[in-house]
Structures are given as structure tokens and as C-alpha cells.
């Protein structure tokens, strides 16, 4: 029996006290916003009827119903080569195929390599027999006369056309005309001053330094070219489809809220348009080819919180986290936008799913307000047996909510004008609903141990609460508006289920069901705190788990579901995890789960965040059905401080977004704690890299 792997950390998640101030505004550090009496599951699950039934009903239903009618459907231009594009001719395959590999003692197919042992090099370590290339990094230029990357020389004006910081969330479709060509959608969440800029007084940043951040969030466009026969990618400056989107660039509001006095500032007095986007984290590929992004800690960016008297206001800003005096970069100094106290409804104008159209460079992304706001983690769609878009999204709080949105209209298939027109719209209209979860095991059964319950899962079922569908609103006391605006406080209302962080969310292409990463929450538990419960069944939560979602009927418009736990992550030997079923002593160990995605055989692939058992972070695949489901691998391992986002799967190349590099405790510019990617006395830069087989072989087969 090996002993159980050394923590490095005493933040939560094992995460850099750097990564917490820079990235999330030190949120573990405050009071949890949710302060709702709302009911955990433990407190409910006493005397529950047994749902196992009804769960291996979904199962069934979940094989039967693995078709074309309930399968995501794409438009042209979506790379059928991308992660949200696995076929049922790879899922029939990929099961007969596992249960041969199981009888041989194989891994499944897709898990065919030798995974990475745990560790700290200073260095992306991918599995034997693979190789890698750097994509693109901070500050590489993308737009025509955007000038190469000087760390010296840096403006507000250069970094508008050069690829932006901390890539988080990326998605990649095919370019209609243009062979070997691929275009990538970055994410790009959050700025880390003191990583940038030589010499930078936190206390007294400059407005050149201010705008630069400014240009440095967003979302990058840029068109990638692969070499045939490998993975390699390397970027295409200056293609006609290269964009960049800042805290900046003009945005519509869309949906049931736009318009609204809740919206309205002195910018923008018909609250319908808004300056910028930030913090953007998880997203997602609508089926008619747009591109969603989430903005999360949208909360740090704004300063005066503390100075506000109304309690009306002062409450729905604390339930948002905007208690502080002065922000972390101190923005307000240079756009008073970022002071609630003078302009108090700015801050309401973030924290939405935003759209994209990724393939028109002059069009205006929008913000879409039907999905509502919170701290936006991902946007993942399916659609119901009737061929209407749903959206999956996860609120990255302590003891916060998972949401879904159920749009009232259908999608019209195919590219031309009439269906682009139509399908623009369908965001717009429809429900929002919040989840509910009940579990199967009597209260007494779940001791915060993570130890399983005598049923042998920890399993159950739930229910989705309506909270408002167009201008009506199912929540007492609030106006449809208000729920929209502030979706956090209408979920309380409505009862809810505190969770432990829930971050990203995807629906296998496969069967239907839907995986949630619920990334650690190391408050569960504490005194005056929620206790454990089925669907987060540890006290001091370190590590994480992933939930595994059935829809009733496997119709994602349903309003009942079931529920179990597929991983309690953490260190195999350690009583309180749990694989799937597969045995522990034949799995890599993975902590804190984030960004999730999934090959074409239904493998499920998991990046962490923050990883609490003394080795890096990394990219891990895990088999979801068959013999072998449970069977974690790992793939590669991230540089020091960094942490591993945006992953997406191929048949022959892996991509993954390598955030905040050399992000550690007392690190600078002048005193770095990474030397990735590019060498001693370079600037640390987060970059997108490209893992493929040396022998150009198909990944994991």
C-alpha cells in the first residue's frame, strides 16, 4: 500500500495564492454568496423511495434512444473532426470493441496509451510516444498590421491584434473552402499583471497597463493550418476570418431582458448595448455553428461594493460577490463603468452566455439574456427528441446551481440565410430552469467520508424548476426581468440544489447523458456550512467529482432526471474515492476536474484545475461504458503553476489550453517560476499546444 500523495498547497484545490487573486478575486477567501436556507440533499434523502429503477430505465432508454434524432446535430462548417462530433457508427464500434479489450484486459479503445506518471517537471510531459508543438502564444500577432510581440514595447493598440491572455475554453471548426485549414475559438479569461509587466505596482498600475489588460480579455479568432500525415498546427496570421473581441468591442443584448431599466447606464440608456466581455471560462458549438462563451468571475473587476446604502442593491450585489472597496487592477481608476457607485448597473451587464458568429469577422456578438446571469462556467447544447436547442451551464461557485435553458422553437436545419436568420434566434426564447437533486441512501449513510453507501452508488433522482419563460416569471415576488438579471437570488427562492462548484458541463455525443464536473469545495462541511450530501457526499471537498445525468425518456426538454456519481476523485488509496466501479489499484490518480470533453468512442476527457495531490495538472481520459468504464489514464501533465483548460480530442490530434503558466506564490516577471514555453530569460506566456502521435497514428487506438 503506497501512501497517500502530499498536498502542496494550503489554498483550495491545491491552487497558488496568485491564481486565486488574479483569476477569481480570492472567492474561496470570502464568505460563499449563497446564503439560501435552501435544502442540501442530505437533508431530503431520509426516507426517499429508491429511484434505482428509474435510473436503470434511463440506461435503457439512454442505449435505445442513441440516435440520429437525439444525436447533436451540426452544421456544415462544424468539423465533424472537432470533440462534439463522435458518430454512432464510433459508438457501436467503440462497445464491441470494449468488451473485447476488457476480455484481453485491454484499455478502451481511444485509452490505448501509456499514461503519464504524476509529477512537477517544468514542462508539457505527454504520454510515450507522442510529440508536441506550441500553436500559438500570448502576444503572437493574428490580425494584419498587428506588429510581433516585444515584452518591452507592449500597448493597448498592438495587443488588440495579437492572440490575448490565459486561453481558457477553445473550439475548432473546419474553414468551408479551404483544405488542411481549421478555425480555432479561444477563450481568454483573465490578465496576470504581475506576469506581464516588468515592474508592475499592483498598488498603482498605469492606464497604458489598464488598457492593455482590456485588450487582453476576450476571445481570439484565428485560423490554424495542420500538416498533413501529423497533429502539428501552427497559426495563420492575418486570414481574412482572424478577430479579436476585448473588454471593448460593442455587444447586443438579446433575449427577455434586453432593454430592461435593471440594463440601463448612462453609456447606454436604452440598455441594449454593452462594452465588452470578461472572464470568459467554459462555452460551447450551437448545432447551426455559433460559438457560446460563459463570463464567470465577472465580480473582481468591479470596485465600491462596500459604499453602496441601498439594501435592496447592497444584497443582490453581495449574493454576486461585489462587497470590495477597490478592485484587484484598480480599472475604476480609468473607466468610472467599473465603480458601482457611479455607475450601479454595469456590473449587471456581465455575467451572461455571449454568441459568436465565429465565420463573420464584421458581425456583433451578443449577450443572451434568456440563458441568464451568474458566474457563467459553459454552455453545452443537445437537443430534445423535437429538434429544440437545450443549454447545459454551471454556476463556478461554492454551494451554487446547475441551470439548463430550453428553448421554445426549433432549429432549422442547413446554411442558408432563412435557417442562419432563424437559428439566430432560438437563444432567445424558451425556459430556464434550475436543478434539483433528491438521492436514494438514508442521511445516515452519507458521513462526509465519501465512503459509499450500502446501495453500492451514490445515485438518485431530481427535477428541473421553471424559474421564467419569456416575460413570465415562476419565482413569487420576482419580475421575469429580475429573474434573468439576477438568477442567483430566483434560484434560491425556488429551492435549489447547493452543489460543489459546479464548473464545466457536456453531454455525451454517445448516449445523451450529461457529465458535470464538480470541482472541490473545501467549505462542505464546516460549521454553519452545508453538510455532505449524496451528490456531494465529502466534508472538506479537496478533490472533486464528476456526475453522471440521465433525462427522463433521454429527452433533454424533459423535466425530470437521475442522477449518480460516476467519479469521487482524489488518490486511488484513498477509501473515500470512487472510479466508476473500476478497480482503484489500475487508475491514474486525478484531482479537482474542470474543463470535460469527449472523443468519438464516448471516452470522457477531464482537465484539472488546482490539483491537491502534488503533481501538476493534466489532461486524463476515463472510459464511460463497458467493462472498462471507471478506468482513468492520464495523458499529459501542464508546466509549474499552470493549469490545463479547453481540451479537445481528435482522431489524430489532442489540443489543450495551457493557462496561467508560472503562476506561483512571490512569482514576477524579473522572478519567474516557469521558464515554458519558451526558455530561460523569455516572458512566460500561455499558449495553446498540439499533441499528436509520432507515428501519425489515430489517438488512444
Not at 464567470?296 to 470596485?303: G, V
Not at 483548460?645 to 522572478?671: M, N, T, Y
Request: hydrophobic share 35%; aromatic share 8%.
Amino acid at each position: 500500500m503506497r501512501n497517500l500523495l502530499p498536498l502542496i498547497s494550503s489554498h483550495p484545490g491545491g491552487r497558488s495564492a496568485l491564481t486565486c487573486r488574479y483569476r477569481c478575486g480570492d472567492a474561496c477567501f470570502h464568505e460563499a454568496p449563497n446564503t439560501s436556507d435552501n435544502a442540501y440533499v442530505g437533508d431530503v434523502i431520509a426516507g426517499a423511495a429508491s429511484r434505482r429503477s428509474l435510473l436503470r430505465a434511463g440506461a435503457v432508454m439512454t442505449v435505445a434512444a442513441a440516435t440520429g434524432a437525439v444525436a447533436l446535430e451540426r452544421a456544415p462548417q462544424a468539423s465533424a473532426a472537432t470533440h462534439h462530433a463522435a458518430t454512432a457508427d464510433n459508438a457501436a464500434a467503440a462497445t464491441a470493441d470494449n468488451a473485447a479489450a476488457a476480455a484481453k484486459g485491454r484499455a478502451a479503445r481511444g485509452l490505448r496509451f501509456s499514461p503519464v506518471a504524476p509529477n512537477t517537471e517544468d514542462a508539457v510531459v505527454v504520454a510515450e510516444g507522442h510529440d508536441q508543438n506550441v500553436v500559438i502564444r500570448w502576444g503572437d500577432p493574428i490580425l494584419r498590421g498587428a506588429p510581433a510581440f516585444d515584452p518591452d514595447r507592449q500597448s493597448a493598440k498592438a495587443q488588440a491584434g495579437q492572440f490575448g491572455y490565459n486561453n481558457d475554453y477553445m473550439a475548432v471548426l473546419d474553414v468551408p473552402g479551404e483544405r488542411d485549414h481549421q478555425l480555432l475559438v479561444v477563450n481568454h479569461e483573465y490578465t496576470d499583471e504581475v506576469l506581464m509587466f516588468s515592474g508592475y505596482d499592483p498598488e498603482n498600475p498605469t492606464r497604458e497597463q489598464a488598457e492593455i489588460g482590456w485588450a487582453a480579455h476576450g476571445l481570439s479568432v484565428v485560423v490554424t493550418a495542420e500538416e498533413r500525415g501529423l497533429g502539428r498546427l501552427t497559426a495563420v496570421p492575418r486570414h481574412r476570418l482572424n478577430r479579436r473581441i476585448t473588454a471593448t468591442t460593442p455587444f447586443e443584448v438579446t433575449g427577455p431582458a434586453a432593454g430592461s431599466e435593471l440594463l440601463r447606464t448612462s453609456a447606454d440608456p436604452t440598455g441594449k448595448r454593452v462594452l465588452g466581455t470578461l472572464n470568459n471560462c467554459g462555452g460551447g458549438i450551437t448545432p447551426w455553428g455559433t460559438v457560446l462563451s460563459g463570463e464567470e468571475n465577472f465580480n473582481q473587476y468591479f470596485a465600491g461594493g462596500d459604499a453602496v446604502t441601498d439594501p435592496v442593491t447592497a444584497a443582490r450585489l453581495k449574493r454576486y460577490g461585489i462587497t470590495g472597496a477597490a478592485s484587484e487592477r484598480k480599472w475604476e481608476r480609468f473607466d468610472d463603468r467599473f465603480d458601482v457607485t457611479k455607475e450601479p448597473n454595469e456590473t449587471n451587464r456581465f455575467g451572461w452566455v455571449i454568441e459568436i458568429d465565429p465565420f463573420d469577422p464584421e458581425s456583433t456578438p451578443r449577450k443572451l439574456t434568456a440563458l441568464g446571469r451568474f458566474k457563467h462556467e459553459a454552455a453545452e447544447p443537445r437537443l430534445t427528441t423535437d429538434g429544440r436547442p437545450v443549454l447545459y451551464m454551471g454556476d463556478d461557485e461554492k454551494f451554487d446551481y446547475f441551470y439548463k435553458f430550453v428553448s421554445s422553437k426549433r432549429m432549422m436545419k442547413g446554411n442558408s440565410r432563412t435557417a442562419r436568420e432563424h437559428n439566430r434566434t432560438l437563444l432567445d426564447e424558451g425556459t430556464l430552469y434550475v436543478a434539483k437533486f433528491t438521492g436514494d441512501s438514508p442521511a445516515a449513510e452519507i458521513d462526509g467520508s465519501g465512503r459509499l453507501p450500502r446501495d453500492g452508488e451514490f445515485d438518485g433522482a431530481g427535477e428541473w424548476i421553471p424559474l421564467a419563460s419569456g416575460d413570465r416569471s415562476f419565482v413569487p415576488g420576482m419580475t421575469a426581468e429580475e429573474v434573468y438579471v439576477f438568477t442567483r437570488i430566483a434560484a434560491d427562492k425556488a429551492g435549489a440544489t447547493k452543489m460543489d462548484r459546479p464548473e464545466d458541463v457536456e453531454p455525451s455525443p454517445r448516449t445523451g447523458r450529461v457529465y458535470i464536473a464538480l470541482t472541490n469545495n473545501t467549505d462542505r462541511g464546516k460549521a454553519g456550512k452545508a453538510p455532505a450530501d449524496e451528490a456531494n457526499p465529502r466534508n472538506a471537498n479537496k478533490h472533486g467529482q464528476i456526475l453522471e445525468l440521465t433525462e427522463r425518456w433521454n429527452n433533454a426538454g424533459s423535466t425530470r432526471f437521475s442522477w449518480r456519481l460516476f467519479l469521487v476523485c482524489g488518490d486511488p488509496e484513498d477509501p473515500g474515492t470512487y472510479f466508476g466501479g473500476f478497480p482503484k489499484d489500475q487508475v491514474s490518480p486525478i484531482s479537482c476536474p474542470d474543463n470535460i470533453t469527449f472523443d468519438a468512442y464516448g471516452n470522457l476527457w477531464i482537465s484539472t484545475d488546482g490539483n491537491a495531490l502534488g503533481s501538476h495538472d493534466g489532461l486524463f481520459g476515463v472510459a464511460t461504458g463497458g467493462s472498462r468504464r471507471g478506468e482513468v489514464k492520464q495523458f499529459l501533465t501542464v508546466p509549474t503553476g499552470a493549469e490545463t483548460c479547453g481540451p479537445i480530442v481528435q482522431e489524430r490530434r489532442v489540443l489543450v489550453a495551457v493557462q496561467h503558466p508560472g503562476e506561483k506564490d512571490g512569482a514576477s516577471v524579473e522572478k519567474p517560476a516557469s521558464t515554458w514555453p519558451d526558455g530561460p530569460g523569455k516572458l512566460t506566456r500561455p499558449s495553446v499546444i498540439s499533441v499528436w502521435r509520432r507515428d501519425g497514428g489515430t489517438i488512444g487506438a
